[in-house]
């Protein structure tokens, strides 16, 4: 029962990136992009999707869990209203719940560009998922 925490933004190719995620046990990777693009070769949807799947990782993309643009930019500068504005965004959307059953029964890694979980909307989707089930574990990547 294990969600793994990961921003694709610090690793080096979507090759090695897979390999990260298949060392870590992971199964599932839900992309909690609003638009799953990427100017990164190897992180837009379709190739990524691929390159996972050659190592027998999934791939779910949960445009509902993504961040509006124009949110962003105040959720990243720490504005308590953008942060309160994505929770309940993500509260409102059946994907979270999908999320947590599915971490209940596999390895699942939740994953955004931001390195760094905590500037990221990905922490509040983590902190959700653990207000749904606080026996998840938690494992940054």
């Given amino acids: 029962?294990?969600?793994?925490?990961?921003?694709?933004?610090?690793?080096?190719?979507?090759?090695?990136?897979?390999?990260?995620?298949?060392?870590?046990?992971?199964?599932?990777?839900?992309?909690?992009?609003?638009?799953?693009?990427s100017r990164k070769p190897g992180f837009s949807k379709k190739q990524l999707t691929a390159a996972l799947a050659e190592v027998g990782i999934e791939y779910l993309h949960e445009r509902a869990l993504g961040n509006p643009q124009d949110n962003r930019d105040a959720f990243a500068r720490g504005d308590p209203a953008a942060r309160e504005r994505m929770r309940q965004i993500v509260r409102r959307s059946d994907a979270l719940e999908r999320l947590v059953d599915?971490?209940?029964?596999?390895?699942?890694?939740?994953?955004?560009?931001?390195?760094?979980?905590?500037?990221?909307?990905?922490?509040?989707?983590?902190?959700?998922?653990?207000?749904?089930?606080p026996t998840l574990e938690v494992v940054p990547m």
């Fill in 1 to 37: 029962m294990t969600l793994v925490s990961v921003g694709y933004g610090g690793h080096a190719s979507a090759d090695a990136f897979s390999d990260q995620l298949l060392a870590t046990g992971t199964t599932l990777l839900v992309d909690v992009r609003l638009n799953p693009i």
């Fill in 102 to 133: 599915r971490a209940r029964h596999e390895r699942v890694a939740v994953m955004c560009l931001c390195a760094e979980q905590s500037k990221c909307h990905r922490d509040v989707i983590i902190e959700e998922a653990l207000r749904l089930d």
